[in-house]
């Protein structure tokens, strides 16, 4: 029911604004004011589309991503406009102010925005640092949602992968989200994935995204495509951790790196075992974890165990920030950023990509994590 209530609110209210519009607005005596209805004739064709002849086919992620920008570039500004129009004479001008705002947003967002890169140093300092790994530097990145690294993107990973690579890292590690809906996307992008080096090698874990969960298939299908995932991780010479941990060891001190499978609150996929992720870590361990979604931390891990340190992912901080507020922030306590809780620390990376190719106020990040001894 409510997949059928939602698309036909759309059309309803994407002709009820424009009806109301073009009488009040539309003056021009000639074939060329029909055009006025151009833009919302072409979103409703796709929400048609979607709603009878949409099988969530990969190659129709374009289709998706064109559709989604006609509809925030006309849509939505012509709701706001005619939302605020019906209030005596301020009205107008607000809801034109905030039109004009959106598809500014808009257009930066997809243009300039989404080629912002920044590249966030941390410092984790504490006495629980084993001394051999004092200034041991950890690169971490997370929600690549590599099928948004196409056309003019197309170069944009290799980029971000060439910078992560140029800190020379001891330990990099990535934090799921590999793909937006199946590993046909990694093709492209095999080379650029397999140059990540590090001294202590690649960890990585499987996101959301991961498991091919957004797109209509029967069970084996989308068995074949995981199983197709995981296999092309440890082609790219990555160490994909699935509720396991690995020690690595500098003389006689060691660190403990774990990671599990996606961990979420509901609608998120619950996978992970915690339990079996950490078997045989003892509470001395200087321990890392890695977990896609951040509520987990809380939820999911605490209750268990404190890692020193905890990396995450998943929010992509929204792809969204004004002056400071990210709408993330109403979701996720944790919702990008460092976070302490005592001597445990999550770090919640907001992404290298995402499901839309859009980012305003919230560039693609690169994480350096640098343990620190305390004296």
């Not at 006309?74 to 005596?88: D, E, G, H, N, R």
């Not at 800190?167 to 996307?185: A, K, Q, R, T, W």
């Not at 339990?275 to 268990?304: C, Q, Y």
């Not at 979701?331 to 992404?351: L, Q």
Request: charged share 20%; with cysteine.
């Amino acid at each position: 029911m409510v997949k059928i209530f939602i698309p036909l609110t759309l059309i309803a209210l994407t002709l009820l604004c424009d009806f109301h519009l073009f009488n009040k607005y539309v003056r021009v005596e000639s074939v060329w004011r029909w055009a006025w209805w151009l833009p919302s004739a072409v979103v409703i064709g796709f929400i048609v589309k979607f709603m009878f002849f949409h099988h969530g086919l990969v190659a129709e992620y374009s289709t998706t991503n064109i559709f989604l920008l006609l509809m925030l570039l006309f849509c939505v500004p012509k709701m706001l406009y005619t939302a605020f129009s019906f209030i005596p004479k301020v009205g107008p001008y607000i809801g034109g102010t905030l039109a004009i705002g959106v598809v500014y947003i808009i257009i930066y967002g997809i243009t300039y925005g989404f080629m912002q890169q920044k590249v966030t140093h941390v410092t984790y300092e504490d006495e629980s640092v084993p001394e051999a790994f004092d200034g041991y530097r950890i690169a971490v990145f997370s929600d690549t949602h590599t099928g948004v690294f196409r056309g003019p993107y197309q170069d944009l990973l290799k980029e971000s992968l060439d910078t992560l690579n140029s800190y020379n890292p001891d330990l990099i590690c990535f934090v799921g989200d590999i793909e937006n809906f199946s590993p046909e996307e990694l093709e492209p992008h095999k080379e650029a994935y397999s140059s990540l080096k590090a001294k202590d090698g690649v960890f990585a874990i499987m996101g959301n995204h991961d498991y091919s969960t957004y797109i209509k298939q029967t069970d084996r299908q989308r068995a074949m495509m995981v199983k197709r995932t995981r296999e092309m991780q440890r082609e790219f010479g990555w160490t994909l951790l699935e509720d396991e941990n690995r020690t690595i060891h500098r003389g006689s001190d060691s660190i403990i790196v774990m990671g599990e499978e996606n961990w979420g609150l509901p609608p998120f996929p619950q996978y992970g075992n915690i339990k079996k992720t950490i078997k045989g870590v003892k509470p001395e361990h200087f321990k890392i974890m890695l977990s896609h979604d951040p509520n987990a931390w809380r939820a999911h891990i605490l209750p268990l165990i404190r890692p020193n340190i905890t990396f995450s992912g998943h929010t992509h901080g929204a792809q969204f920030s004004l002056f400071g507020w990210s709408p993330a922030s109403s979701i996720y306590r944790e919702w990008g950023g460092r976070f302490d809780d005592k001597e445990a620390m999550i770090y919640t990376s907001t992404g290298l990509g995402g499901n839309f190719p859009f980012r305003f106020g919230m560039p693609r990040e690169i994480v350096i994590v640098t343990l620190k001894k305390k004296k």
